[in-house]
């Protein structure tokens, strides 16, 4: 019911992922109004969509913790209800992502171990490479070291489960890539990231960094990270609309460009649009979450979906279960001796043995966190 | 000395400056490398350009402030010291920014009130458009509210002097546009920032708002700037290797894109390239500066002294000598009454009326400042 264009665009979306892939789908929200849409489309598309009603919903601007609890009957709860009675597999939405995460934690919890769930948006990069994760790209405007250690781990797995990405290059997103840089909670984050074992984490990258083939997972707050991530849309539409502006002046140009349009548009829809990668996942979620940017068409909802089977079939949240499971053994002590410590972890990391000592009970705690 | 590419750069670009607009340069570093550079070019040349002999330099990758203190002799600060005794009118450089910045405080202080310079760098809109203020773009990683409020200050009166805009608006940079969103320190800068009289504050704008022709001068952390503007160019680069890569397999799009190519050129080179707007200012110092991207080639250099020269010849750095000293005046209380005051600040801004009270030092001693 949410989004920026209502039900209509999730129930089309829902009738191509089922043309498409046979993925049935339960689409909650008023029915009345679902049911209006659906009929447009025929009984051979609607085969394997149902409706299940939900008399309330929550807007946009809401706030999401007391929406949460005040609307029992939303359509975004009841998804997650359905998901917890094992009536569906997955929640996909294109509505208020903090009202996704505040259903999400409210009804299924989080996954062990995680203070707070984070946005998994994909980036494209060059032609031919696998786009990069991008977390936590909006969920959480305040975070501590250990959720940044935390967002790395779930992205590692993620990259590796539903990217197939065999070893993720792991990177926190700084001012520049020199030890230096970055503020008191990336430098902690940081030293954390470098003692934990079989993870490749590669340091710093940069801003120019995210959509070039030299990171993998990209890690950062998530009021950065909505903010590089719509920055970053808003770039590739300003360069079309140069391009668009300029043409118009030109002929010639008008016609190279009508010859280009095939190739233009493969690179624009399929290689840079958001919507071709459909839905973000919430990692760190109690059950299978996948949000919808909100300006969301049909196709990045169908595409939602998509991603969303992709993490049934290849049980990812199992995977990630064990990942975060692992975390007690996995991370060793972290150095508490600052400048020093520190440029010995960018420095040495490599050859650096583990060692004994503090598990996961305690980061998570925040007592490592020298903020 | 310093930047991704040495003096060759640095030189070429003062040459230029020299041929297109007739402006003089004093080039400071090492008076043995920078004369053979020099000496390349016709005598016609270099008729307008000094060398001045620094016998230290400041690497990259060198702690600022350190580096400052113990190198008397450093170009960076040798070229404030000029601009000091009178000599020059401004520094340009492409050289390590924190070194930069701690040179101009060193050597020239800041101007009144201001806690520490910001660096406002220039974000292409649209054609047809002037360019968007992002300040700061980099020079501080953690920044309060009251030092955001600083910065809107010298954005919108550098906006006005050196670009040219009337009333320009001011927003601070968001994960969303509504008051609900941001930070507490965000949150705490828009109370504040509203309440100034005569600065067109318009709210939050989002990430893929600073390219838009929504807003003039955008207002963030200089950890957040750094990354967004790096994000930025990242994205356009991307698109460009994007077509590249796709055209390579079709000879209808090479041949289009053949045609097209004067108009892209002038898209890429001539709006999108930031080298186009050569350098951005550190606004706050007490003499003027302007910094050019790391990675510049001697048109960014140049466009830098072009800069400078507007500087001089609009005289900015008294239009934000003023522009600041009314700050006192300008600024009414500060509500401290949390949601309350806030959203009454976002929905009658306009209405509401300035009331008495505290002033600019209160201001700057950081206690309206809610964190």
Redesign the interface.
Known sequence: MGGDHGPKVVVEGAVMAARRDGISSIIVGNLEEIEKLLNQYPESDRSLISVHHASQFIQM?E?PGLAIRGKPDSSIRVAFELVGAGKASAVVSPGNTGAIMAAGVFVGGTLPGIARPAIASLI?????ATPTVLLDS?AN??CQAFQLVQFALMGSQYACSALGIERPRIAL????T?A????DIIRSAAMMLSEIEGLNFIGYV???????DVVDVVV?D???G??????????????I???K???E??L??K??????????R??FKD??DPSAYGGAPLLGLGHIAIKCHGSSKSRAVMNGIRVARKFVDEDVMQQLHTALGHLDSKMGTVDHDGGNGWSRVFEKRTTRGRKEGKGADEINGGKNDRR
Do not use: Q, Y
């Open positions: 601007d706030s494209p990069k060059g032609v031919g909006g405007t305040g997103l700084s001012n520049g020199e230096s840089k970055g503020n940069e801003g120019r960094d995210i959509a070039r950062c998530g009021f950065v909505n903010i590089v991530l719509k920055a970053m849309e808003g770039s590739v539409g300003l360069v609309d140069s391009i502006a300029a043409m002046h030109s010639r140009a016609f190279g460009l009508w010859l280009a349009k095939p190739v233009l493969s690179v290689k840079l």
